[in-house]
């Protein structure tokens, strides 16, 4: 299928073992209470061009550093290690140390060099690894890669995610076909500027180290940085892109003629992950898109669309199936940035609740209806210049507080 006007399509039951190159696995090494898989890995035939982004909370978890160490000294990676059921954050230097050691022994089970081996972990903070567990489980991890692996990877990074999030697409670059896939992990502990959400890219396109990180860096601003569930930015958060070259053709940069298309391929795939994490939020029953048009410049739109979707009291309203609009245009008006206040209009989908910055006959009984659907638009215009910019989250329910008041229990 094509999306849109796009010069990429789609591939059904793609995965991020659909570039060439790329394997996968996942399995139970016992980090988690219940069988289900907490130790995945990608696997890369060569070693790849790899980028990274990770969360701006000032406590990273230790894996982060180990994996910056890696792309910074030669920009490349072969092997992305995870665990889920344990955070590996707030860990010291004993937490430093396992993570390294989960590294040496990626690089031992893969027969290749150290920095060659990106780590990274998610659940509970302040605990140790059991290292005992993990050790074992890692040498365990090249018997079950495969190219088929995408799904036990899948399974291997969620936590308290109720489903899997991938996505893969096909274009063509130079005469070329190329793929892009991804796959991410993330449900609660969300707001942008990263949140507690792992992403893993994958592609087969020849791009050099430093133009996948400026995309990489482009795209997270316009989608990862735009979802939140509860407000809270994680220790852990992190998204690695990896390049392995292998569909073939000339290198691809910001100057080649295919370029764009690449970038909006990319982009694609990392809109629809972060829109599945907001999706998946923890007791989550609904998608919330907020998008705000008519803006004077890109940071102002961006930050009134992250507070009108961050806010609790919308989020609650848009739960309740209240239509209430004088919650969303509050959080307007304390994003921190100058609207004209006698000019705003506000839209339920297309329904108008606020006109040039007063209130309009609606029917209740239909906006009610509306909100109670499993996605729910808020339109809001500015009517100050030309720009836009989307943000997406959920809706905060009863679900949220009975699952993270018993999250470690």
Not at 335 to 352: F, H, Q
Not at 358 to 383: Q, S
Not at 401 to 409: G, L, Q
Request: aromatic letters at 6%; charged letters at 20%.
């Amino acid at each position: 299928m094509t999306v849109g006007k796009a010069a990429f399509v789609v591939v059904p039951e793609g995965s991020v073992t659909t570039p060439a190159g790329f394997r996968a696995g996942g399995l139970h090494c016992g980090l988690k209470k219940t069988e289900r898989h907490d130790l995945g890995v990608i696997v890369c035939e060569v070693p790849a061009q790899a980028a990274g982004v990770y969360t701006l909370n000032q406590f990273q978890a230790a894996p982060l550093g180990v994996t910056k160490e890696s792309i910074a000294e030669g920009g490349t990676l072969q092997v992305m290690l995870v665990n889920s059921g344990n955070a590996n954050a707030c860990t010291g230097q004993q937490g430093v140390d396992d993570a390294r050691a989960m590294r040496a022994a990626g690089a031992k089970a893969f027969g290749v060099a150290e920095h060659l081996v990106g780590v990274t972990s998610t659940g509970v903070i302040g605990e140790l690894l059991p290292m005992g567990k993990v050790l074992p489980g890692i040498e365990r991890l090249p018997a079950g890669v495969s190219a088929d692996g995408g799904d036990d990877f899948c399974q291997a990074i969620l936590t308290t995610d109720l489903v899997k999030k991938e996505i893969c697409v096909s274009l063509t670059v130079g005469g070329t076909t190329v793929h892009i896939a991804g796959a991410a992990k993330g449900s609660g502990m969300i707001h942008p500027n990263m949140a507690t959400m792992l992403g893993f890219i994958t592609t087969d396109a020849n791009v050099a180290s430093a133009d996948l990180q400026k995309l990489l860096n482009e795209v997270t601003d316009s989608t990862f940085n735009m979802i939140t569930v509860d407000g809270d930015t994680s220790t852990n958060d992190m998204v690695v892109v990896m390049a392995s070259g292998l569909a073939g053709g000339e290198a691809l940069t910001p100057q080649h003629a295919d370029w764009e298309a690449f970038k909006a391929a990319f982009a694609f795939v990392g809109e629809h992950l972060a829109k599945a994490i907001a999706r998946d939020g923890e007791g989550a029953t609904k998608l919330v898109e907020v998008t705000i048009t008519g803006a004077d410049s890109k940071e102002a739109a961006r930050a009134i669309a992250k507070t009108v979707i961050g806010s609790s009291l919308v989020k609650t309203a848009v739960y309740g199936a209240d239509a209430n609009w004088g919650r969303i245009i509050a959080a307007v008006g304390r994003a921190g940035y100058k609207v004209e206040t006698e000019k705003v209009d506000v839209r339920l989908g297309d329904i108008t609740v606020l006109e040039q910055s007063r209130p309009v006959k609606f029917d209740e009984e239909r906006a009610a209806e509306y909100l109670k659907g499993d996605f729910v638009l808020i339109h809001v215009d500015l009517h100050m210049g030309d720009v836009s910019a989307t943000a997406w989250g959920c809706d905060l329910t009863y679900d949220y507080v009975r699952i993270n008041a018993a999250y470690r229990t």
